[in-house]
């Protein structure tokens, strides 16, 4: 940008504001040290290394199910387009979830993904003086994100039905004048559902500065309704959105934010450039593809149910949960379930600090599932030996 430009924009002529493009000139200079955007930040702490070829890994949420077979072919055709940016196929994707959502076109900001659209969206509403409220246990890239520009991070813990707890997030957000309050629904890691009228109420009684950042990445995989209609009544809501769970498209990077002009438009000052143009036109051929999200949601969950029963049938403790993913209680440090599993082959998720005893599980194949139960049993009793 030549120095004309850069003075342009700082006086006003462009949505940038000086406060955005100082903070952007900090990230340029800490480049690829950033700890809410490095590889690992980027595989969602779930990055193994080389695994073996029979191995199982139910560690990171995904969807082995991978694309629809609508998205695979959209995908295949445009390979060889793959020289020109296409820009008109993320207006594409925008104009397609838009219209489904009952939105107008300018309500949607496409992304590679959700984890880029939530630390922009940590960077633009919160500071030193505007702190991140979050649930404990939550997904932590905001939260991560937030430390990196000097925000308070606040942690509430969830509710003995592991829903957040907002009236507790909200009366945080009241007495320390939060910048954004971040609910992901269903809930990751635990997988499990916040009301949509606690949502509704948190809306209602939020402070007026503050922003709800509701991350529905694993909503398509629970019976519960989406909260789009919250953002066409133009409330203070940023709604994020992935092809990375349901519709099996981690790898191929697509996803979008959802939310009133003004406030996804603080967004964009944070980067700019072409997405991903195979994600791009596989995500628009996901939305179009029919009955592919209960078919998805049904497969996912009979294979869900299968491995709670087993667990309740052999008195392993878990959380009940209507996502792709579950927390089991290993009744001891759960780094140490990790670490047997692994030698057994089968590469489950993390733990969070406030639940050390907790390891996260994704929902793989039934077959996938098959081994791992095997591999459970094995590993329960050589350690409670």
Request: hydrophobic share 40%; charged share 25%; with cysteine.
């Amino acid at each position: 940008m030549t120095s004309p430009q850069l003075s342009a924009r700082c006086n006003g002529e462009s949505p940038i504001s000086r406060r955005a493009f100082s903070r952007m000139a900090t990230l340029l200079a800490a480049g690829a040290t950033l700890p809410f955007y490095n590889e690992s930040a980027l595989a969602q702490l779930s990055k193994t290394g080389p695994i073996p070829p029979d191995a199982v890994k139910i560690n990171a949420n995904e969807n082995p199910l991978g694309p629809c077979p609508e998205a695979a072919e959209a995908i295949a055709k445009v390979i060889a387009k793959g020289g020109r940016y296409m820009y008109e196929e993320t207006d594409a994707l925008a104009s397609t979830l838009a219209e489904q959502e009952g939105l107008d076109p300018e309500y949607v900001l496409p992304f590679p993904g959700s984890s880029d659209p939530l630390h922009r969206a940590v960077l633009a509403f919160t500071s030193k003086e505007k702190p991140f409220v979050i649930s404990d246990p939550g997904y932590e890239a905001g939260g991560r994100a937030a430390q990196f520009v000097g925000a308070k991070v606040i942690k509430v813990p969830l509710t003995q039905s592991y829903a957040h707890d907002v009236k507790a997030m909200v009366k945080a957000a009241q007495e320390r004048k939060a910048g954004l309050i971040y609910i992901c629904n269903p809930n990751n890691p635990t997988g499990t559902i916040t009301p949509r009228a606690d949502i509704e109420w948190l809306v209602a009684n939020k402070p007026e500065e503050t922003v709800l950042l509701l991350d529905e990445a694993y909503i398509h995989l629970s019976d519960e309704p989406m909260c789009s209609d919250l953002v066409a009544m133009d409330k203070d809501v940023i709604i994020l959105r992935t092809f990375s769970k349901l519709y099996g498209m981690a790898g191929l990077r697509a996803g979008a934010a959802i939310g009133r002009p003004d406030l996804i438009g603080k967004l964009r000052s944070y980067g700019a450039g072409a997405l991903p143009l195979t994600g791009m036109v596989g995500a628009t051929a996901s939305l179009k593809a029919k009955n592919l999200v209960p078919e998805r949601r049904k497969i996912i969950k009979d294979v869900r149910e299968d491995v709670f029963a087993f667990l309740q049938k052999n008195n392993i403790t878990f959380i009940p949960s209507v996502s792709n993913c579950f927390m089991l209680d290993a009744k001891m440090p759960a780094r140490r379930l990790i670490n047997a599993m692994k030698k057994e082959k089968i590469y489950i998720g993390r733990v969070w600090p406030v639940w050390p005893t907790h390891a996260r599980i994704s929902v793989g194949t039934k077959e996938e599932m098959a081994k791992f139960k095997t591999a459970l049993l094995k590993v329960m009793s050589d350690l409670q030996a």
